[in-house]
């Protein structure tokens, strides 16, 4: 009997060690989810064109972040690239095309996460640097502190040779309407319909180092030097190895009273739960206090996966697994 236990133990534990051994092989090794804000999104309020516009525009930031990661890159510089060129696009509120504050100008926010260390660099109410997330990176790898704020992040910023722009050049028409409708009171300010757009991006490397970065605009019409959840570590922004890495877009001021990035990967890391559990369940948070958005997750296993509180998200993701997908309403 002896005997036989000794003979089959070995081939049980190496039938065991295979078949981990394939489930890893059969995880991404690496995997991206970026999004480009969240609300009321809906197919009568598209026309085609636009549809497509956005589509094209979510799958160029993809294949940005996509290419980093294929080619050995670190998530931080897939996130980096990703969030840069949505900055870039005034479709999306953050960089060019940043919302309006009530006196008319744009005060822009933006973090970074290294989920390898949690080291975090975050910058808010920026008015001149044209790629907030490049300054967020800057505090984070060339400043002892984690967050700048106004006048001292801008000089920070020129400082350390980051481009900058006159607030004029993120001016669009679109957003200024925007502000117009806000100021007549034909919406208010938290409107769902003009109040998202921010950008994001999380990513797992083929190194195992989840990173997450966002930026944006903050909301139409804010004032008083307000500043939302985008750039506050834990509530729009989080990543920590071996857990998860999150990037939010939504009500920025349920989103901070939540701590939702931070929450999310807490409920992963003690309750045990899957990325759409966690996420799914923190939103419900949100809702629960009237509050409404979205969440980007990629989780430690490269499973990469949206969270939607409203009535879509722009939004794509990709893994080395042959996932690529771009979508914006809720029920894609
Ligand atoms: N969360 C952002 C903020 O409150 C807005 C957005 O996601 O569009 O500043």
Request: aromatic share 6%; glycine share 14%.
């Amino acid at each position: 009997m002896k005997k036989l236990i000794g003979m089959i133990a070995p081939l049980l534990v190496a039938m065991a060690g295979g078949s981990a051994a394939m489930a890893q092989n059969a995880e991404p090794r690496w995997s991206i989810a970026i999004h480009g804000g969240a609300g009321t999104l809906e197919r009568k309020d598209m026309t085609t064109e636009k549809d497509a516009a956005y589509r094209a525009a979510l799958q160029a930031a993809l294949d940005a972040g996509k290419a980093v990661l294929a080619a050995g890159g670190t998530s931080l510089d897939a996130v980096t690239a990703a969030v840069r060129l949505l900055e870039e696009d005034p479709k999306f509120n953050a960089g060019k095309g940043a919302v309006y504050t009530w006196d008319g100008a744009h005060e822009l926010d933006a973090a970074i996460m290294d989920g390898r260390t949690r080291a975090a660099g975050a910058v808010a109410g920026v008015t001149t640097v044209r790629n907030p997330i490049l300054l967020a990176r800057k505090v984070m790898e060339d400043s002892p502190h984690v967050m700048l704020a106004g006048k001292g992040a801008e000089q920070f910023a020129s400082e350390k040779g980051l481009e900058l722009v006159p607030n004029s050049w993120f001016d669009t028409p679109e957003r200024l309407e925007a502000l117009k409708k806000v100021k007549t009171g034909k919406v208010t300010a938290l409107d769902v319909d003009i109040k998202f757009g921010t950008v994001g991006a999380v990513a797992l490397d083929t190194h195992g180092n989840l990173a997450a970065g966002t930026s944006t605009g903050g909301m139409t019409g804010k004032r008083w030097g307000r500043i939302g959840d985008a750039p506050i570590i834990g509530a729009g922004t989080y990543a920590e190895n071996g857990v998860c890495a999150v990037s939010a877009t939504g009500w920025g001021e349920y989103f901070i009273r939540v701590g939702v990035a931070r929450t999310l990967c807490a409920r992963m890391a003690m309750k045990g739960e899957s990325a759409q559990a966690a996420a799914d369940a923190t939103l419900a948070d949100v809702a629960r206090l009237g509050g409404d958005g979205g969440v980007i997750v990629v989780g430690a296993n490269g499973d990469a996966v949206f969270g939607i509180e409203a009535s879509g998200m722009y939004r794509g993701r990709a893994t080395s697994a042959g996932v690529n997908q771009v979508a914006i309403y809720k029920d894609e």
